[in-house]
């Protein structure tokens, strides 16, 4: 598997210069619609609607150890999101929970993360998806990367998107949507800024969630989030770092979070199952705390790695 690496200069600070690297992986093995193919054979239409339309939904799951970690979570929640904007699988979840598995095992994956993607499928132009028979179904499994290394040691900037999070009255945030243009946005405003994410507010101003990210804040030993009726998707990994930190004997609330409550924290970090969990350290060019990541932060990132590495779905390797 080759590491690429591809440098961005932000055109409002020429001397800032902002580093993504992605896997380029050319013998990846793909499924699509039943079948395992090599990635060059991994082709849809260009009349597929989630092409044209963004119309369909998909979920980030991550692979530790040999093991999909909250696989069968991940799953119904995808099929939830299907149920929703009326598309229906062509299979079961436990059809699925197959495939995504078997797919695992073809790259040989022991650690790396799968994108799992239900479009509409193909049919002619124009929005109505009753013309659209089948819907396709994309399982990848390779890698990914967020952030920096050094990042997770060291704390992410953050500033306050201009870009809002849609009202519930336009698409429920739970849906985890092919359209993800509104997150995008807010990640080119961070990109812009010179920092690595940032929070987006709804549509009353209060604190949602990150462009890809949930968001937590600790003070005086107690944990702070976001409510899911604020507009904060209701992730996988925020859900088991909530597990964990009650198993800590910490108190989590779910609150209407304004700013205020992130600016005078002591510590702040982030969940996501491409994040996985990380700390940040700065907003809106206020230090959270002390300027560092705080070691209750630390002690719940290394809680975690130690569930996601021994929990989960067994992948069937071949010997």
């Not at 079948?35 to 239409?45: G, L, Y």
């Not at 939904?57 to 040999?66: D, H, L, S």
């Not at 290394?302 to 021994?310: I, P, T, W, Y």
């Amino acid at each position: 598997m080759v590491s690429a690496m591809f440098v961005f200069a932000n055109s409002s600070s020429p001397a800032t210069l902002h580093a993504y690297s992605f896997m380029a992986a050319s013998n990846l093995l793909i499924y699509l619609d039943g079948k395992i193919v090599p990635e060059s054979e991994a082709k849809i239409s260009v009349f597929d609607h989630g092409l044209l339309y963004g119309d369909g939904c998909f979920e980030g799951i991550r692979i530790y150890n040999g093991r999909v970690f909250r696989l069968t979570e991940h799953l119904v929640r995808l099929y939830e999101s299907a149920r929703s904007i009326c598309l229906t699988i062509p299979i079961s979840l436990e059809e699925m929970e197959k495939a995504t598995v078997e797919t695992v095992a073809a790259n040989n994956l022991r650690d790396g993360y799968i994108r799992l993607l239900i479009t509409r499928g193909v049919g002619p132009l124009g929005l109505n998806p009753y013309q659209c028979p089948k819907a396709g179904i994309i399982i990848i499994a390779s890698g990914i990367s967020l952030y920096s290394a050094e990042k997770y040691e060291t704390g992410l900037n953050l500033i306050t998107c201009a870009t809002r999070r849609p009202t519930p009255a336009a698409l429920s945030p739970q849906v985890k949507s092919l359209n993800y243009l509104n997150n995008i946005m807010a990640k080119i405003e961070c990109i812009q800024a010179g920092c690595e994410e940032g929070i987006m507010l709804n549509e009353q101003g209060y604190v949602a969630e990150c462009t890809g990210d949930n968001v937590f804040v600790i003070k005086g030993g107690q944990v702070y989030t976001p409510t899911i009726a604020s507009g904060a998707l209701n992730g996988i990994t925020r859900m088991a770092v909530i597990e964990v930190m009650r198993e800590m004997g910490l108190q989590v609330h779910e609150i209407t979070m304004t700013r205020h409550e992130i600016y005078t924290a002591d510590e702040c970090f982030l969940t996501g199952t491409a994040a996985e969990v990380i700390p940040a350290v700065q907003y809106d060019r206020r230090l959270i705390g002390d300027g560092k990541p705080g070691k209750l932060t630390a002690d719940i990132i290394k809680r975690f790695k130690v569930l996601a590495n021994s929990t989960g779905t067994p992948v069937p390797y071949s010997a």
